[in-house]
């Protein structure tokens, strides 16, 4: 299992600063959630870290920082799962979650034995071999989600970084997505980092949670002291309520301001 | 599943497409206005293969209009297509634009600008030069026009607009073109040897200008080759490309490099083709899907099958005249295009 910690990492475009010197450590096996509103940072910090958009400060795995790292080892590392992947309608599922084994191949060179191998095996394990051969196009908006977590998966990667996983998805979906990336980390000891909307979907899932504000990271822990109903009306400037559960998972139910 | 899952298409693509250009090459080397009969021509190629000895019928004079005269414009008409067809997917995959093709794009336009250059500084005493300037001008400004295009076609309209990126095309093809007969009126004197190298040389192809564009064909083609499975890592986007540890913008430059260089060659002895780089690559995605693993290498196969196959009908139809290729690829490529624009637009 594999830590990742950040240490005053600032994210700037132009003169606009989208993450402020934000610091924080993610324990090996733990997930650690990015809640906050839109602009917030969550979406540069995780762009940031697979080498999208440049950084200062440092961002360091397993003591290393990922600075020293070239891009394959970089991939090799960490695995990132976009709000809304590229996926071409033309290319079928299983070309595309191939596409997880690049960290793994030469420059010139083909995916071995052992790289098809693997991406089969995710196949099986996410129950997908069924459409491994249909198109990209026609694959339904939680196909393509498990799809896109299934190229995540092939790059073997222990560290996941997922950003919105759920937001085009139906509340059923939702939980699927999210039910399979807790097994994968239960089963394969992934250090998980998403960004978020979804509040209560964030505090059943997540071990610990982070809310950024105009890139500053605020407050973080449980979903208990995070999800504070005077905190995210400071924050979101909404009113909500906050619902604790017996089981200890936290329920935020958004208020209505004005009731005519 | 088994490992055999990673073939996209089936494995007799690429021995069909082979048999496909050595069919082309040897129709194109029966058939011909001049000449011994058809039939005879095969005999004749297995007769000078060692240790086989077939009667043909066929004189010294008629082998020399074979091998002399047929058989360089049949290879010089199979490598412009394959380096065609090859560059032009090639551009489509690293500008993940399926409507570019090299003469599209500018790249010939901009590679006939530099050859004008040529010309016009002193064509005559620069052929003896230890190098020849003109591929090398003709490559360098090529390689500008397809980056202004690049540069202009997204910064207005975005990496994902395939129309901008034509657009752009088309301003940067009008501009160098432009930019040439500008030069030419200011050098009157040099406008007939640049007409003649802009319309190509194909009908008068000799082994020499083969063994000229062979090297960079095949340095171009090699390259290009070795890219076909990062060209497929780069179509889901940049960011994505570089969070799976591809290296996009070295991967586009090389890719870039080498099918400029590759076209540039190939307009030197051809002229400018349009519509090669376009038809042939869509027509291979129609048959075995978008993967550039496949779509590159019988892009180049069938690239010179198609080529060598347009070229036999402008050789017989207004003999003895002739019909520039060009007209031919125009003639079937313009169509073809709005075809590929109306799918298009009807799938969105």
Not at chain 2, 90 to 118: C, E, H, I, K, M
């Amino acid at each position: 299992m594999t830590s990742l910690n950040f240490e005053k990492v600032s994210v700037q475009y132009g003169q606009r600063r989208a993450v402020v010197e934000f610091s924080e450590v993610v324990r090996p096996g733990e997930w650690l959630c990015l809640i906050g509103p839109n602009g917030a940072g969550k979406s540069s910090l995780l762009r940031a870290i697979v080498g999208i958009i440049s950084f200062s400060g440092n961002i360091v795995v397993d003591g290393a920082t990922l600075h020293d790292r070239n891009a394959r080892r970089r991939a090799q590392l960490v695995a990132y799962v976009p709000q809304s992947p590229v996926m071409p309608s033309d290319m079928n599922a299983y070309e595309y979650v191939l596409l997880g084994r690049n960290p793994y191949v030469s420059h010139f060179g083909s995916e071995s034995v052992h790289d098809t191998a693997m991406v089969n095996s995710v196949f099986e394990r996410l129950d997908l071999t069924d459409f491994a051969h249909r198109q990209l196009g026609e694959l339904s908006g939680g196909e393509r989600q498990r799809v896109a977590i299934a190229r995540a998966v092939a790059q073997e990667a222990p560290i996941l970084l997922l950003d919105e996983p759920t937001s085009s998805l139906d509340i059923g979906h939702q939980q699927q997505a999210l039910e399979l990336v807790d097994k994968l980390r239960r089963e394969h000891g992934l250090t998980v980092v998403s960004a978020m909307h979804d509040l209560t979907l964030a505090g059943s899932y997540a071990d610990r949670l982070v809310l950024m504000h105009e890139g500053h990271r605020v407050v973080g822990g449980t979903a208990q002291e995070v999800l504070r109903a005077e905190t995210l009306a400071e924050f979101y400037g909404v009113s909500v309520h906050v619902h604790h559960e017996p089981d200890g998972t936290v329920a935020v139910i958004p208020r209505r301001s004005l009731r005519t | 599943m088994n490992s055999s899952q990673v073939r996209v298409s089936s494995p007799w693509w690429i021995p069909t497409a082979v048999a496909m250009l050595v069919l082309a090459l040897l129709g194109g080397a029966m058939i011909g206005p001049a000449g011994p009969t058809w039939w005879r021509v095969p005999l004749e190629l297995l007769n000078r293969l060692p240790l086989l000895t077939v009667h043909s019928g066929v004189s010294e004079s008629e082998w020399n209009i074979i091998w002399l005269v047929r058989m360089p414009r049949v290879v010089l008409a199979g490598l412009v297509g394959c380096t065609l067809s090859i560059a032009g997917a090639s551009y489509q995959g690293v500008f993940r634009n399926p409507l570019v093709d090299p003469y599209l794009l500018g790249v010939a336009a901009g590679a006939g600008l530099g050859a004008t250059f040529v010309f016009t500084i002193n064509r005559a005493g620069s052929s003896t030069w230890l190098i020849d300037p003109l591929p090398l001008a003709a490559f360098g400004c090529g390689l500008a026009a397809v980056l202004v295009t690049y540069v202009v076609g997204t910064a207005f309209g975005g990496e994902r607009s395939s129309t901008t990126l034509v657009l752009a095309g088309v301003a940067v093809t009008s501009l160098v073109t432009a930019m040439q007969a500008f030069l030419l009126q200011r050098h009157t004197d040099v406008m007939r040897e640049v007409y003649s190298w802009i319309l190509g040389r194909l009908s008068t192809a000799t082994w020499t200008d083969v063994r000229l564009v062979l090297p960079y064909v095949a340095l171009s083609t090699t390259v290009l080759l070795f890219h076909r499975r990062l060209l497929d890592v780069l179509r889901v986007g940049d960011d994505e490309a570089t969070a799976l540890g591809a290296h996009v913008n070295r991967i586009r430059l090389v890719v870039v490099l080498f099918a400029t260089l590759g076209t540039a060659a190939v307009v030197a002895v051809s002229g400018l083709i349009g519509f090669v780089g376009i038809i042939v690559p869509h027509a291979v995605r129609l048959l075995v899907g978008a993967s550039y693993r496949v779509v590159l290498p019988l892009s180049f196969l069938l690239g010179g099958a198609f080529l060598i196959t347009a070229d036999i009908p402008g050789r017989i139809l207004s003999n003895p005249a002739e019909t520039p290729i060009g007209v031919v690829t125009a003639f079937l490529g313009a169509p073809f295009f709005l075809l590929i624009l109306r799918t298009r637009q009807a799938s969105r």
